[in-house]
């Protein structure tokens, strides 16, 4: 079975600096999708950043970035130039690849605090 | 811009009764998903739903539980007889092509 696992429950970062949150995952498969999800305390799940894991490069979507090593079935995200509208608990998920129903597995989250 | 709309956005019952959860899924997405998270918890899926038919569910979602598209355009999440356990945050997600999941805003459940 997949699982997804988040080592850091919690972490912290200054305003305008950089953090990186660690992900790693357990596969046999190989074909699927990787994603991070914000949780705000809104409760409301927000995607920030997907990964397929055919693509060998990194996906960026403006400040975020992951560092995909499908060697190594490991998922980070940097965030950069931290802004206060960050903290949040933020989620890796994996998606199975071909099968469209294939569910997302969720990883325990990491708590983000952002300090001006 | 198209959002998954869920409501209520919290609903408080007593134990032994049944609740309908409400979501209206983002008009053009073809797959839709139930997920809970408890508080504190992770994210755990319950169900997905394609064709007007369950494809997957997973063994929380018991005799309990039950999904219907009863109209084209909302999608609801059954509870039959609730009981404490139940109490978190219902999810409702949707995706146009199985690729991207969008969620709605929740809906806190709380079971007294």
């Known amino acids: 079975a997949q699982t997804v696992t988040q080592s850091q429950p919690e972490m912290s970062v200054q305003e305008a600096e950089t953090v990186t949150l660690s992900c790693t995952y357990d596969?046999?498969?190989?074909?699927?999708?990787l994603f991070w999800y914000k949780q705000p305390p809104s409760r409301q799940m927000i995607l920030v950043i997907r990964q397929e894991a055919y693509k060998q490069q990194n996906a960026t979507e403006n400040r975020f970035s992951v560092n995909f090593q499908k060697a190594a079935k490991s998922f980070s995200l940097k965030i950069s130039d931290s802004q206060l509208g960050d903290a949040a608990m933020y989620f890796c998920a994996y998606r199975r690849g071909p099968r469209n129903t294939d569910k997302l597995i969720f990883g325990t989250g990491t708590r983000l605090q952002v300090f001006p | 811009e198209p959002e998954v709309t869920q409501t209520p956005s919290h609903q408080v019952t007593q134990m032994g009764q049944e609740v309908i959860l409400r979501c209206v899924p983002i008009?053009?997405?073809?797959?839709f998903y139930w997920y809970r998270q408890i508080l504190g918890q992770k994210v755990e899926f319950l169900v997905s739903f394609y064709n007007n038919e369950i494809s997957e569910k997973s063994e929380i979602f018991d005799d309990q539980f039950s999904v219907e598209r009863p109209d084209g355009s909302n999608f609801t999440l059954k509870i039959r007889s609730t009981k404490l356990e139940d109490s978190a945050m219902y999810f409702c997600?949707?995706?146009?092509?199985?690729?991207?999941?969008?969620f709605g805003q929740g809906t806190r459940l709380t079971v007294v």
């Open positions: 997600a949707s995706s146009e092509d199985g690729g991207e999941a969008f």
């Open positions: 596969t046999s498969e190989s074909d699927y999708y």
């Open positions: 008009s053009n997405h073809l797959y």
